[in-house]
């Protein structure tokens, strides 16, 4: 089931947040940023982004969710045990169908250099590199920064 996230989701989705960013960025991240995204950090940041963020869920369990300010799809993030499924295209699509129905007719999302599954997903379902950015995050000296692709996506 993919549906819209309401008040009582926040904490699953947090929970989900916080394990598969540590999964599939952590390793990429300097200690310092890993250490201080803990599950408040992504409850903050969920509840921050409603109510553009939509759900996918599996026998009542959140699998996945994703969500957007204004043109920008900042997360999207899967379980483990969802990939694969068919999850992760029907939760693109209900971004993309809602990011419409917000007037949004070209959307942007930046993704880690060095998650290439993620990479190549976003590419089967039409987004394609602009270009890399580097971005900021905590680390042992200052100025560290890490690359992200930043990928578009025209939705008319």
Known sequence: M???AGVQDLRSVASLYHRVWH???G???PHAEREARDEDFFLGRIA???PNVIVGEDEGTIVGFVAWTGPLLGQFFL???ARGSGFAQR???AAELTLRDQDIWEAELHCLVGNARARRFYERVGWRVHRI???PVKGDADGEERDFWV???RLA
């Open 2 to 4: 993919i549906r819209l």
């Open 23 to 25: 999964e599939t960025h």
């Open 27 to 29: 390793s990429h991240m």
């Open 48 to 50: 921050g982004l409603m």
């Open 79 to 81: 379980d483990a045990d």
């Open 91 to 93: 939760l693109m699509e």
């Open 133 to 135: 950015i580097a971005e």
């Open 151 to 153: 990928m578009r996506k």
